[in-house]
């Protein structure tokens, strides 16, 4: 029969429990009790054919054990008589309802999580009414937590790294694997003027709220002796913070990216010239590089539907920036070598050019075989030093 069970009205209170509303009581939330629960019963003709299995059900529910109030109404059957039966289930109250699933422990650790934060940082109450369940999962770091809160109040914008925080117990370690919660409820707390809004997501944290951040970093090589930034006969393969290389304004006209270490490790001579090892998806690192406006931008890239994204995205710093082995020819010249794209992208890219927009095409509806790539590194440097060639 699908009659309802003690544990189906006990599931009914657990989603209570899982949607995080029992515990938002406890911060003044919506008062929901009493609360009328689900329950679905006998019906007339199966009272009479399954007297029995009624009794039975009757039984269980109405048992010692039970947290809820039973609403009975009487039927008069023809054969049977006169029948008290379950009509409604109320749980009268948040205590009843926390005893029914268990959790008036946590219930009581909430609470106090709740009072310390009233205690400390009132204006964070909110988080704890919205978030309930994650404040229980934060119970041992929460008063770390309050405590890096209340430190920002005092030095917002203080611009220090993390490490430099100086709180007992604390450490950067702690405060990064928690930055996702911080940034919640820090920005329940500060002032408007304090929050960097541009800032977004884990990577923008730092900026978000005033932080020092590890500084971006470009690796490049001069690929004319000539212009060698350093006085020495080695390889001019040298790594500089963004802002110091933003003010190098290195006499190159042509600025090569590759994707590959050992592309980048490989690339000839040519003069004033110079090769920047890429980074993938992002170029945070040269967006704020003024002088690269001025210089040829080549970029080489996987032939596959992800290295045409990362070549959409470089043109939206760089408009002008051209691809390199990026073709038809190319492709085609080493079909022996393609391989498998994993995870191809299918978006529309809007910064490739008529040729490009063809062959991305072309591989991200599989026009050409399922899913293949054509990976940076397995083109011949013959082939590599034929097209600088010409560039």
């Known amino acids: 029969m699908s009659w309802t069970t003690p544990a189906e009205l006990k599931a009914q209170v657990q989603k209570l429990w ?14 929901i009790f009493p ?6 019963g006998p019906d007339s003709r199966q009272l009479s054919d399954s007297f029995s299995e009624v009794r039975d059900w009757i039984a269980r529910l109405s048992g010692p054990a039970k947290q809820y109030r039973i609403v009975w109404r009487s039927i008069n059957h023809r054969i049977l008589g006169i ?7 109320w749980i009268d109250s948040l205590d009843d309802a926390l005893g029914l699933i268990g959790k008036r422990r946590a219930a009581e650790q909430f609470a106090a999580l709740a009072a310390l934060t009233c205690e400390h940082e009132s204006e964070l109450l909110p988080w704890l009414a919205k978030r309930p369940l994650r404040t229980l999962e934060l119970a041992e770091e929460w008063h770390r937590l309050l405590a890096i809160v209340a430190w920002l109040q005092k030095h917002p914008r203080p611009g220090i790294y993390l490490r430099q925080i100086d709180l007992p117990g604390i450490h950067s370690k702690f405060i990064e694997g928690h930055r996702s919660v911080l940034g919640e409820l820090f920005d329940l707390i500060l002032p408007p003027e304090a929050i960097d809004t541009t800032a977004t997501g884990s990577g923008g944290f730092c900026r978000r ?4 951040d590890k500084p971006l970093r470009v690796r490049f090589r001069i690929l004319d002796s000539k212009l060698a930034i350093l006085p020495t006969e080695t390889d001019q393969d040298i790594t500089l913070t963004q802002a110091t290389f933003a003010k190098l304004e290195i006499a190159v006209d042509k600025v090569f990216i590759t994707e590959n270490e050992i592309n980048f ?3 000839p001579q040519i003069p004033q010239a110079m090769v920047i090892f890429g980074a993938g998806y992002g170029f945070e690192n040269l967006s704020g590089v003024d002088w690269l406006h001025g210089r040829n931008i080549y970029y080489w890239g996987d032939i596959d539907t992800h290295g045409f994204a990362i070549l959409n995205q470089l043109r939206g710093f760089f408009p002008h920036a051209a691809s390199l082995l990026m073709d038809r020819p190319t492709l085609i010249e080493h079909q022996a070598l393609w391989g498998v794209e994993p995870s191809p992208e299918t978006g529309i890219l809007t910064r490739l050019t008529t040729e490009e927009s063809v062959i991305y095409d072309q591989l991200r509806k599989n026009e050409l075989g399922g899913q293949l790539r054509l990976e940076q590194e397995k083109i011949g440097f013959n082939w590599l030093i034929e097209a600088l060639e010409r560039v």
Do not use: Q, V
């Not at 029948?83 to 289930?89: G, Q, S, T, V």
């Open 209 to 212: 709220y005033g932080f020092r």
């Open 265 to 267: 490790l490989a690339f």
């Open 35 to 40: 609360r009328r629960l689900t329950l679905k």
């Open 83 to 89: 029948n008290e039966i379950p009509a409604e289930i």
């Open 18 to 31: 899982d949607r995080g509303i029992l515990l938002s009581a406890l911060t003044g939330g919506e008062e």
